[in-house]
C-alpha cells in the first residue's frame, strides 16, 4: 500500500491530490509505526505527518498555483541515483541481524539499563518519556531548538516580505 | 465570508475535548504513550481547526499573534532554565536531581518542565506558522 501511494504521488499532476495522498502515506506510516510497537512514534507521525503538516502545505497551495509544471525533458539521473543508493541501503541492511533477535548489539548497549533502571531513577513508567527528557535530554533541547528556529525563520521571512508589500500597496495609488 | 453552520457547530462542540485530549497527553505522556511534541501538536491543530472552519478572527481571538510570537520562545527558555537550574544547584547541566528533595522526585519534576517547555515552543510554532501563511495569502 505504501509503494501504491508513493507512485500515485509521483504520477499525480495535481499538487491538490498530492497533499492529501502524502497525508494518506503518513497515515499508513503510522499504522506500521503502530505495528512495531513504537506507540510514540506512531502519534508523532499522524499528528505532524498527517495533520499539521498537511494542512501548513494547504495554506502554501493557497498562496501558489495548484498544477505542476509538466517537465518537458525526460531526466534519467535522478532516476539512477535514486535506485543506487537504494540498492546500497538494501545492501547494507543484509548484514545486519534479524529483525527483532533479542541478542543484537543495539539490545546490549544501554537498552537494559535504560529498562530496569529507569524507573527507579526517574519515577516515571514511560522509559519512552524518561530517555526522551531526562538521559537524552541535551538532544531534546536541540530539537526544541531546531523548531524555534525554523519557526523565527519562517516568521521573519513571511512577514517581512508582506510588510513591503504594504509599503507597495500604500505608495501605489499616490 | 460565511461558513457552514454544521461546521461551526461541531467545531465548537469538540474544541474542548480536543484541549482535554491534549493534556491529557502531556500529563499521561509519563506513563503512556505521549510527550510535549505530540501534545503541542494537538493543541496547534485545535487553533488551527478554529481557523479553518470559523475564521480567522476568532482563532486569533483566542490565541492572539503577540501570544503565540511569546510561546515560540518562552519554551525554549522554561528547557534551558531547568537545565541551568540543575548547574546553579551544583549538578550538571539539565541533570535534575537536585530539583526536589530526594532525585528521584527531582528527576520527574525536571521531566515535566522540560516537557511544558517543549508543549509551549511546538504549538506556538506550529500556529505561528499557520497565521503567517494564512495572512501573507490575504
Not at chain 2, 549538578?91 to 518542565?113: C, M, Q, R, T, W
Request: net charge neutral; with cysteine.
Amino acid at each position: 500500500m505504501l509503494a501504491v501511494v508513493t507512485v500515485a504521488i509521483v504520477r499525480q499532476r495535481s499538487l491538490f491530490g498530492v497533499v492529501i495522498l502524502t497525508s494518506i502515506y503518513s497515515f499508513l506510516m503510522a499504522s506500521v509505526f503502530i505495528a512495531l510497537d513504537a506507540m510514540d512514534v506512531a502519534m508523532t507521525e499522524a499528528s505532524v505527518g498527517a495533520g499539521v503538516s498537511t494542512v501548513l502545505l494547504l495554506a502554501t497551495l493557497h498562496l501558489v498555483k495548484t498544477t505542476e509544471l509538466r517537465d518537458v525533458r525526460v531526466n534519467l539521473m535522478p532516476l539512477f541515483v535514486s535506485l543506487g543508493i537504494g540498492g546500497l541501503l538494501v545492501w547494507g541492511t543484509l548484514v545486519l541481524p534479524p529483525f527483532g533477535t533479542p541478542d543484537a548489539v543495539i539490545h546490549k548497549h544501554v537498552a537494559p539499563r535504560y529498562l530496569s533502571e529507569s524507573i527507579k531513577e526517574t519515577g516515571v513508567p514511560n522509559v519512552v518519556t524518561s530517555i526522551l527528557a531526562d538521559y537524552r535530554g541535551f538532544d531534546t533541547l536541540g530539537e526544541t531548538t531546531v523548531i524555534f528556529t525554523a519557526g523565527i525563520g519562517v516568521m521573519l521571512l513571511l512577514r517581512r516580505s508582506r510588510r513591503r508589500k504594504d509599503d507597495g500597496d500604500a505608495e501605489a495609488p499616490k | 465570508m460565511n461558513y457552514d453552520l454544521v461546521l461551526r457547530v461541531g467545531t465548537k462542540l469538540i474544541l474542548p475535548f480536543i484541549l482535554l485530549f491534549a493534556l491529557y497527553v502531556q500529563f499521561h505522556g509519563d506513563y503512556g504513550p505521549g510527550g510535549g511534541f505530540q501534545a503541542g501538536v494537538i493543541t496547534a491543530a485545535m487553533v488551527i481547526l478554529l481557523a479553518v472552519t470559523c475564521g480567522l478572527e476568532l482563532a486569533q481571538r483566542i490565541a492572539p499573534w503577540g501570544l503565540v510570537q511569546c510561546m515560540v520562545p518562552l519554551g525554549v527558555l522554561i528547557y534551558i532554565c531547568t537545565g541551568v537550574m540543575g548547574l546553579l544547584l551544583g549538578n550538571n547541566f539539565l541533570d535534575y536531581s537536585p530539583l526536589a528533595h530526594d532525585p528521584v522526585h527531582g528527576h520527574e519534576l525536571g521531566i515535566f518542565l522540560v516537557e511544558a517547555g517543549v508543549l509551549i515552543t511546538v504549538a506556538g510554532t506550529m500556529v505561528a506558522l499557520f497565521y503567517a501563511f494564512v495572512e501573507r495569502g490575504r
